[in-house]
């Protein structure tokens, strides 16, 4: 025969017990987590810390601004450095190439655009003028050798520089 | 002025250094306190300091305010101290338990450590936590702070944060006990 256990109030009862005596000495147990005079601060700064420390934050705060425009320049730097380099190899090497080729004469060199200075001092422009009107490659390399290299225009931009009215330009060219 | 006006002041003004001077003003001490906490020495506390407020002013005009500026400013704060025990540790190839240790003795022999007997054991169990924990701590106990704010600084979950104090609770406890 089945039997059955029915929620009667024998059974409402509590069936537990604690030890004796245990809620006459009962307390609560010493917690950290309770215990307030354990959360008082108790670090202390240096007297006056606190007085000075916005002008200190303030200062560390321009003074890495001031180092972080610099080290904004550190990546370039180096590719600045590297373009300085290499224009200084390309410098090199067109010197030592200019200085092992082959010397241009005089006439290659200095004479073929544009009339030099020290000729204007031994030759004067009337001598010029005939010379280039008589269209005589004689005369002309006779007054210097230099003068026969140039083209016309480097002599007509000279004598135009010389204040030779253009007239007597014209007339002779 | 609060916190929002700060932030707008310093990134619509023509003078954000002042409105960095009182941001700076209003969050100094509590920031300082904060790392203190972590890294007990006064002198490491001030260049930490000194740091958080660097990092913050390079920061800030990336500030979208998608977090509140407070817990921002912890957050730089926290990470930084984290940062300054793991560079110190590197730096002197010390395992953690050293420098627990070197933490413990300079309570020792603090001038600016105003704790009696049972104040310095507490600190020094604290400082036998994970470095986690003792932040988890250290923004319960003893800045009371909402789960919610130590959530946003600390990046994780309210449940975690509140099983990590409660395991740090217990492991206090019971180095006090001792």
Redesign the interface.
């Known amino acids: 025969m089945e039997h059955r256990v029915t929620l009667n109030g024998e059974l409402q009862h509590n069936p537990f017990v604690v030890p004796e005596n245990y809620f006459g000495t009962f307390s609560i147990r010493k917690s950290v987590v309770l215990n307030s005079a354990l959360k008082q601060n108790v670090f202390a700064a240096p007297k006056g810390y606190f007085d000075t420390l916005q002008a200190h934050i303030v200062e560390a705060v321009a003074n890495a601004k001031r180092s972080s425009s610099v080290l904004r320049w550190q990546p370039l730097r180096a590719q600045l450095a590297f373009a300085a380099s290499f224009a200084l190899l390309i410098a090199l090497g067109y010197g030592v190439f200019s200085f092992l080729r082959p010397a241009a004469t005089a006439t290659e060199k200095n004479y073929a655009g544009s009339f030099p200075s020290y000729l204007s001092q031994i030759i004067d422009e009337p001598v010029l003028i005939h010379a280039v009107a008589n269209d005589s490659e004689h005369a002309i390399t006779r007054l210097h050798p230099a003068v026969a290299a140039m083209d016309n225009d480097a002599i007509i931009r000279y004598l135009a520089d010389a204040d030779v009215s253009l007239n007597d330009i014209a007339a002779t060219y | 002025m609060t916190d929002k006006e700060l932030i707008q002041l310093f990134l619509e003004s023509d003078n954000p250094?002042y409105a960095?001077?009182l941001i700076?003003?209003k969050y100094?001490?509590r920031l300082?306190?904060h790392i203190?906490?972590m890294i007990?020495s006064?002198d490491d506390t001030?260049d930490v300091?000194?740091n958080t407020?660097?990092k913050a002013?390079?920061a800030l005009p990336e500030f979208r305010g998608e977090s509140q500026l407070f817990t921002w400013l912890y957050r730089i704060a926290t990470n930084e101290s984290l940062t300054f025990l793991k560079k110190k540790r590197t730096k002197f190839f010390l395992p953690l338990v050293d420098v627990e240790r070197q933490l413990s003795n300079s309570i020792e022999g603090?001038p600016?450590?105003?704790?009696d007997a049972?104040?310095?054991k507490?600190?020094k169990?604290i400082l036998k936590l994970p470095e986690k924990q003792r932040v988890v701590f250290n923004m319960r106990?003893?800045d009371e702070m909402k789960y919610e704010d130590m959530s946003a600084i600390l990046d994780t979950s309210v449940g975690a944060l509140k099983a990590s104090y409660h395991h740090a609770?217990q492991k206090?406890?019971k180095f006090?006990e001792e």
């Open positions: 250094d960095f001077n700076v003003n100094r001490e300082y306190w203190r906490k007990i006064h001030d300091l000194q407020f660097i002013w390079h603090d600016h450590f105003n704790g049972i104040q310095k507490l600190q169990a106990y003893f609770v206090i406890e006090m």
